[in-house]
T-cell receptor, first 114, second 112 residues
Framework: EAQVTQNPRYLITVTGKKLTVTCSQN?????MSWYRQDPGLGLRQIYY???????DKGDVPEGYKVSRKEKRNFPLILESPSPNQTSLYFC?????????????FGQGTRLTVV | DAKTTQPNSMESNEEEPVHLPCNHS???????IHWYRQLPSQGPEYVIH???SNVNNRMASLAIAEDRKSSTLILHRATLRDAAVYYC?????????????FGQGTILTVHP
């Protein structure tokens, strides 16, 4: 089954404690991205990756890092989480970055930073 | 990025057709019109997309105006499982590297 898998689904952590949210896709997609969803602000792109070793900032990259060492994996790293990073996070993948392709989203990771 | 405008909310009765409108008057010639939906507590789910011609798939139909400045997502027979937030999004060479810009979407309520 084609899917994007995120882990963990829920996470409560303390300010400053480094964490990683994993994302994996099984569709051999080139394009992957991370979004955060906040009430009243909708989904906003954090980072994206066009292919292995190619990543770039989205609209709200501050406080986040990503890496793309393998095609299937695109982890999101919070080196020093702060309460304003409390949010619902979604990983997405698609065959390419062109418009004629559908995106697949993970189930989401609800992060709370206290 | 080209923007889309959707009604905040719409209501329908079960088993009736639903027409969800979207305006995108600044669409560029290379932008595809995408529709995604988000059910409660889930990630966005692809529904359908098109460029110029009307499109049909197992989930819905997409009717695109001739000037491409508006489109309508058609759910032929709404079910309770179709209750979700529906997003109309433009994606293509005119937008930034595959980024999907989600607006507030249309909250669809389906009554039994």
């Amino acid at each position: 089954e084609a899917q994007v898998t995120q882990n963990p689904r829920y996470l409560i952590t303390v300010t400053g404690k480094k964490l990683t949210v994993t994302c994996s896709q099984n569709m051999n997609h080139e394009y992957m991205s991370w979004y955060r969803q906040d009430p009243g602000l909708g989904l906003r792109q954090i980072y994206y990756s066009m292919n292995v070793e190619v990543t770039d900032k989205g609209d709200v990259p501050e406080g986040y890092k990503v890496s793309r060492k393998e095609k299937r994996n695109f982890p999101l790293i919070l080196e020093s989480p702060s309460p304003n990073q409390t949010s619902l996070y979604f990983c997405a993948s698609s065959l390419s970055s062109g418009g004629n392709t559908e995106a697949f989203f993970g189930q989401g990771t609800r992060l709370t930073v206290v | 990025d080209a923007k889309t405008t959707q009604p905040n909310s719409m209501e329908s009765n079960e088993e009736e057709p639903v027409h969800l409108p979207c305006n995108h008057s600044t669409i560029s010639g290379t932008d595809y019109i995408h529709w995604y939906r988000q059910l409660p507590s889930q990630g966005p789910e692809y529904v359908i997309h098109g460029l110029t011609s009307n499109v049909n798939n197992r989930m819905a139909s997409l009717a695109i105006a001739e000037d491409r400045k508006s489109s309508t997502l058609i759910l032929h027979r709404a079910t309770l499982r179709d209750a979700a937030v529906y997003y109309c999004i433009l994606s293509g060479l005119g937008t930034s590297y595959g980024k999907l810009t989600f607006g507030q979407g249309t909250i669809l309520t389906v009554h039994p």
